[in-house]
Structure formats: C-alpha cells, structure tokens
C-alpha cells in the first residue's frame, strides 16, 4: 500500500508542510501504508499548463516524468490545501491540469484543508467541484479541516492547545483509516477494465 500525500501550499515552511508531514509520520507509524512520500508545491515547483502537455513537449515530458510515476504508484492520495483568500492555490489546481487519469483515475483521496482562523470549508467545496472532472480521482466523502493550524500538530506540545490537538490527531487518523479502506476496495475496480474507456475518455 502506497499513499501519497501533496502538499499545495506554494510557501516555504508553509503549515500545509507540517500538516502534510506530520499525515506521512501517522500513516508509517500506525501502519496505514508500506510507503508513504509527500510532493509538496513549496516554491510552485511546476510551471503552468500549456498546450505543450498535450502534445508530448519533451521538456514537459522530463518535467512531469517523475511526478506521474509517483503518483501510478500510488494506491491512494491525501490533497493538502491551505485557504488563501477562500480558494486553492493556483500551484495545486495547475497540478490537477497536469495529471490525468493514467496517474491519479478512480483512485481515492482524502481532502484535508488548512485555515488559521475557522475557515477552511471553501477550499474543499473548489476541489470537490472543479478539480477531479476529466482526471478521475475519487474524493472520499470524509475530509478534515485543520483549523487554528498553529496551535496543532507541533512536534513540541508546549506549542499545542491539548484538547484541539488531541481531537485533530484523533480525526486525521481515523480519516487515513477510512482511506486504507478506499484503497484496498478500489483496486479491484480499476483491475477490472470497467471504468477505462476510449469513447468516454472525458468526465461531462
């Protein structure tokens, strides 16, 4: 089982990071996943789509030769998402416009959405509306907003808020737990041939 985790937020130190990391320490730990790795934006790594994606640009293809064999590999995705002025970041949904369905199709992720106040819900309305259309991925119905993200999930406790902190551990590894499930039932679809057609190769 092999889950990978992207972090979208284009900072440096960014607290999607601390999110995202702290997602890959608690899927190893408890077992969740043989392999888990984070793609992080920090820097926005990828230049925007042009149409060269379509038409096999070889810088391009070296680009984004890494990236797609990172996530076929993968069994399962978590999508972390600051809030910057109610919406994803440009970085993570240029991402969604560079992979397709051969890399992410009919296979589950989790939301998980970072605010510094009690925001957080805009962003997982846009990637549950806009981001999965012709790529395929399969948003779990379960997702999690990480609000007052500076009081959580620090690595020293004296930088948490005890009882916020203990409920969004709590939360994400059930969330990851759900997600395991999603992964291992999803296989057997994508095995099957069903949900791969060359007349339908675009979601309506």
Do not use: C
């Not at 992080?40 to 797609?68: I, K, M, Q, T, Y």
């Not at 902190?165 to 759900?178: E, T």
């Not at 499930?181 to 057997?188: D, K, M, S, T, V």
């Amino acid at each position: 089982m092999k889950i990978t985790i992207i972090s979208g937020s284009h900072r440096l130190h960014s607290q999607s990071r601390k999110v995202a990391d702290h997602i890959r320490r608690t899927l190893l730990e408890e077992q969740l996943a043989d392999q888990a790795e984070t793609f992080s934006l920090e820097g926005n790594p990828l230049p925007f789509w042009d149409e060269g994606v379509w038409n096999a640009d070889p810088g391009w293809e070296e680009r984004l030769a890494p990236l797609r064999a990172l996530l076929r590999e993968s069994d399962g995705f978590v999508i972390v998402s600051p809030e910057w002025h109610g919406q994803v970041p440009s970085g993570l949904k240029n991402l969604f416009l560079l992979v397709g369905k051969q890399e992410v199709g009919h296979k589950p992720a989790l939301i998980v959405t970072v605010s510094s106040a009690d925001g957080g819900a805009y962003p997982v309305a846009e990637l549950r509306m806009s981001s999965y259309k012709n790529n395929r991925i399969l948003y779990i119905p379960e997702q999690v907003i990480v609000r007052h993200v500076e009081k959580v999930l620090n690595p020293d406790p004296a930088d948490n808020d005890p009882d916020a902190d203990g409920y969004f551990r709590r939360r994400i590894l059930w969330s990851l737990k759900v997600l395991r499930a999603y992964a291992e039932a999803l296989g057997p679809v994508r095995e099957s041939g069903v949900v791969w057609s060359d007349e339908f190769g675009f979601g309506m």
